[in-house]
């Protein structure tokens, strides 16, 4: 089982940018694949971006990328999503969920295979 931590949230401007992290803990950190979602109010919750832990492989859906990047810090058991070019569309609810059984290749998986989730951070776009 997976603990995982996010943070960095906050406000931030148009144009702007923001940093979360999420830290997993536990016997399977740093294994399998780790995702980032978001869920704005009253929407489902979307994948945005993945990457792959054994090789650091990532992908990304259309609308965040070139803006957002997913990396891993130094011991593989922290993930960054870095965001640029923040838009008021961005606003949301953002969540880290990962399992040490998935890889994700041209898709980021469907958010029932993922067995740990963050508690989310909010991450609020406005002028």
């Known amino acids: 089982q997976l603990r995982l931590v996010e943070s960095g949230g906050g406000l931030a401007q148009p144009g702007g940018s923001l940093r979360l992290s999420c830290e997993a803990s536990?016997?399977?950190?740093?294994?399998?694949?780790t995702a980032w979602f978001r869920q704005e109010p009253g929407k489902e919750r979307e994948g945005i971006t993945c990457i792959n832990n054994s090789d650091g492989s990532t992908y990304a859906i259309l609308s965040v990328k070139g803006r957002f990047s997913i990396s891993r810090g130094n011991t593989r058991n922290t993930v960054f999503l870095q965001m640029n070019s923040l838009k008021p569309e961005d606003t949301a609810v953002y969540y880290c969920?990962?399992?040490?059984?998935?890889?994700?290749?041209?898709?980021?998986?469907?958010?029932?295979?993922?067995?740990?989730w963050g508690q989310g951070t909010k991450v609020t776009v406005s002028p």
């Open positions: 969920a990962a399992d040490a059984d998935l890889y994700c290749s041209d898709a980021v998986p469907d958010k029932t295979d993922f067995g740990s």
């Open positions: 536990g016997p399977q950190a740093g294994y399998g694949a």
